[in-house]
Nanobody, 129 residues
């Protein structure tokens, strides 16, 4: 199965920016739609963004639309989540996710417990007010 490793989290002031990276290995990268979820303390893991395997289609949660941008570099087996205008409510552990392109539906409609989703170990993002 595909292995995912995230990087780029940290502490930032409200209004600031961060870029998260997720590098995949173990399987053909272009066979996977990629995305990000996040989980704040005491809350369930929630969808953030998804990008199709060729990068031609993206989807975002309403809470991040217009502030976050998801892209991928298939030559580097990496996806990037650019986060601008960060808010304290964006504080969470951010998890990279992968879904085989042949799995129907979008990540936004899948339960985070769905075994067809593959996960990284997570990276902490903390936004101070």
């Amino acid at each position: 199965q595909v292995q995912l490793v995230e990087s780029g989290g940290g502490l930032v002031q409200a209004g600031g920016s961060l870029r998260l990276s997720c590098t995949a290995s173990g399987r053909t990268f272009t066979n996977y739609d990629m995305g990000w979820f996040r989980q704040a303390p005491g809350k369930e893991r929630e969808f953030v963004a998804q990008i199709s395997r060729n990068g031609g289609w993206t989807a975002y949660a309403d809470s991040v639309k217009g502030r976050f941008t998801l892209s991928r570099d298939n030559a580097k087996n990496t996806v990037y989540l650019r986060m601008n205008s960060l808010k304290p409510e964006d504080t969470a552990v951010y998890y990279c996710a992968a879904k085989g392109y042949f799995v129907p539906g979008t990540m936004a409609t899948m339960s985070p417990k769905d075994e067809r989703l593959y996960w990284g170990q997570g990276t902490q993002v903390t936004v101070s007010s």
